[in-house]
């Protein structure tokens, strides 16, 4: 059975350094060796993690001569958000009556002190 597309996006970000590697690409394409960089870990090790971005549809790969570009395909991060949008509009729609209930409690308090 496989797993539904947005499971497999979230299943990749949920480690760093894919989102530290994404966080890089937003920048431009890079190669292998550029993403490396700024990780201490082996080349082929890079390599697992660009595989996971590349099968949650987060990253594009293609060749050209020896050189192997990594692109950010924001189109799956597209689907996260619009999914997230949702529970986006929930917390606005609680911090808006919490927003609400202070100006209440304030005006009351001023209320309060005008009586004294």
């Keep these: 059975m496989s797993a539904d597309p947005l499971s497999v996006t979230f299943a990749a970000l949920a480690d760093p350094t894919r989102r530290a590697i994404l966080a890089h690409l937003k920048k431009g394409e890079a190669s292998v060796t550029e993403l490396a960089q700024p990780f201490e870990m ?6 697992k993690h660009l595989k996971v971005l590349e099968q949650a549809g987060l990253i594009t790969r293609s060749r050209e001569a020896q050189w192997r570009p990594c692109r950010l395909n924001a189109q799956s991060l597209k689907n996260v958000d619009d999914w997230l949008e949702q529970y986006r509009q929930l917390w606005e729609e609680s911090l808006d009556r919490l927003d ?17």
């Design 42 to 47: 082996s080349l082929p090790a890079i390599s």
């Design 100 to 116: 609400d209930y202070l100006h209440k409690l304030q005006t009351q308090e001023k209320h309060n002190d005008q009586q004294k």
